[in-house]
């Protein structure tokens, strides 16, 4: 499809007026969720991929990416283009949307808390499909949708993702590591023989196509959505489809890899050598310690990565577009909201960083999209949250608002119907108790725990290179920024770490740092990875 978003009117909302002491968190009022009228509530179809760099889009024409069917996407309705999460971490960040709870009011921060299991409120929180499904509402999901395996509880029909956490191999759905023995020998690449996440390498042309047992789990995740779009429902549905790519490990059929010539890559304009010079000393530890992308480029890899991206975004792409072809030929194109969105971005190497667990622009940016039949076509430069998701859906679909918890996003209709261009507030992301960035039109103000604090002016810096935070000029900025921060750091729920065996990258060798930068007194961005030893035990 050629439609690009050029052809529409993009939205330049202006700066938001910031004024004094703003309460946060806001929450939708209930009393605003206005019933739709007509005969059927709209149906809801929810694509989720995972890890996305938010520029690497053909729609933006910042990236030498093809991905066509997110064209697609943007040419149905809204297309946000500064989208946020509201934590850089996978489980933080699906916990925030699918509660509507944003991290500082629930203290799910990091990927390994059991927060659907534990004795802090937030377990209680009744999750956007859990609460559709009590209105009357068909539920599906397939594929990682939450970071716990505990999404089978609020859904009809359900195909785990993400399956060494979920513990569940029953489906037959391959891992990354069934993958690997079929990668074709002379295109495996594992630039960090100690993080064989870091591999990257490109299956035989057969995969994904018409051999049942060569399947991705993704193209698994597609047909299964697909199945259900083609089904005859009786009540309206909820159908989330969750892609696992592309999210490491980057492996998938060489002809993905094939579109995007070597010679072609090149290194991002984004990258600036020396820029983490000028951060907070936890920024940089955070960035840099995994060594991820010292590993990358040490092994003459970072091209060769850049492509896997690339070949990664576009197989997932595809597998959108198979989801979209199935949606626009069902009974249910004309009466069904489509959401998009990535959990996180990501920093593929600017400031020497491969991973998403930072505060800055490319790490909390996210692909974000909502279609509702009728609405206008348009690009929304307003900052926008995915904790907007929950507020917005009941809005659209005259659902009451959900219980126990208080929604801390917004509902973005009037944004959607063009009747409002700003969403009204800055967007709050955190990583880790107590160190929070904000996000308005112009600026990102970061602050840490310990008062370390990072500033970047997006009218002259959309890199984020030049840290203002020092800078006397910005102080009124600064203070105003501040004001947005939350009032309220909710504690960790409960950690599930304990003292089991570990891995090279499983924590303690993270606690271990912690502590020595605490004896120097630099507090470091919270450990966030409580690790995969602790999640495989999950019940
Ligand atoms: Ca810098």
């Not at 989720?48 to 024409?61: C, E, G, N, Q, T």
């Not at 559709?132 to 395996?149: E, V």
């Not at 940016?365 to 279609?371: E, G, L």
């Not at 960790?492 to 990258?505: K, S």
Request: proline share 8%; hydrophobic share 35%; glycine share 6%.
């Amino acid at each position: 499809m050629e439609t690009t978003l050029h052809r529409y009117p993009v939205l330049f909302a202006s700066l938001i007026a910031l004024t004094a002491t703003p309460a946060w968190p806001s929450s939708g009022d209930p009393e605003d969720v206005v019933p739709k009228s007509g005969p059927r509530q709209p149906n809801v179809l929810f694509i989720l991929i995972d890890d996305h760099p938010a520029h690497m889009v053909s729609l933006l024409d910042e990236s030498m990416v093809r991905t066509p069917n997110m064209e697609r996407l943007a040419a149905r309705g809204t297309w946000f283009s500064r989208g946020y999460n509201a934590a850089p971490v996978c489980a933080a960040s699906r916990a925030a949307f699918l509660t509507g709870v944003h991290p500082a009011n629930s203290g799910a921060y990091y990927n390994a808390q059991n927060w659907r299991r534990t004795s802090a409120p937030i377990a209680q929180a009744t999750t956007m499909q859990g609460h559709f499904r009590q209105h009357g509402y068909l539920t599906a999901g397939y594929g990682k949708i939450d970071h716990t395996p505990y999404q089978r509880e609020t859904l009809d029909d359900y195909t785990p993702g993400f399956r060494v956490l979920h513990r569940d191999r029953s489906q037959g759905i391959k891992t990354d590591a069934d993958l690997v023995p079929h990668i074709i020998p002379e295109t495996l690449r594992v630039p960090d023989p100690d993080y064989l996440a870091t591999r990257i390498g490109a299956l035989p042309d057969d995969w994904d196509r018409d051999d049942p047992t060569k399947l991705q789990e993704d193209t698994v995740h597609a047909d299964r959505t697909i199945k259900f779009l083609g089904m005859d429902h009786q009540q309206p549905f909820f159908v989330t489809c969750g892609f696992w790519r592309p999210h490491s490990e980057r492996i998938v059929p060489k002809r993905y890899f094939d579109l995007y010539p070597l010679e072609n890559v090149r290194i991002p304009e984004s990258y600036l050598p020396g820029d983490l010079e000028d951060v907070p000393a936890a920024a940089r530890w955070r960035a840099t310690k995994r060594g991820t992308h010292a590993a990358v480029v040490n092994s003459g890899l970072w091209r060769e990565y850049l492509r896997s991206y690339y070949a990664a975004t576009t197989y997932v792409d595809e597998q959108i577009g198979r989801v979209l072809d199935a949606l626009e030929s069902s009974a249910y194109a004309d009466n069904t909201i489509v959401i998009f969105a990535s959990d996180n971005g990501y920093n593929a190497g600017e400031k020497d960083m491969w991973a998403k667990f930072a505060l800055w622009e490319q790490t909390n940016r996210v692909v974000f999209a909502i279609s509702v039949p009728g609405l206008p076509v348009q690009m929304s430069s307003t900052p926008v949250s995915l904790l907007d998701i929950y507020p917005t859906l009941l809005a659209l679909c005259g659902l009451p608002a959900p219980g126990p918890q208080k929604l801390d996003g917004i509902d973005l209709t009037p944004v959607l119907k063009g009747e409002r261009a700003e969403r009204g507030q800055p967007v709050l992301s955190t990583f880790g108790q107590g160190n929070h960035s904000i996000r308005d039109e112009r600026f990102r103000y970061i602050r840490y725990r310990n008062g370390d604090e990072e500033l970047y002016d997006h009218f002259s810096d959309r890199h984020e290179w030049h840290n203002l935070a020092g800078n006397p000029a910005f102080a009124g900025i600064k203070s105003t920024m501040a004001g947005w921060l939350p009032k309220y750091n909710a504690p960790d729920i409960e950690p599930a770490m304990t003292d089991r065996p570990r891995g090279a990258w499983d924590g303690s060798e993270l606690r271990q740092d912690l502590f020595e930068l605490l004896e120097r007194g630099e507090v470091p961005v919270q450990n966030y990875n409580r690790v995969y030893q602790e999640v495989l035990n999950w019940p």
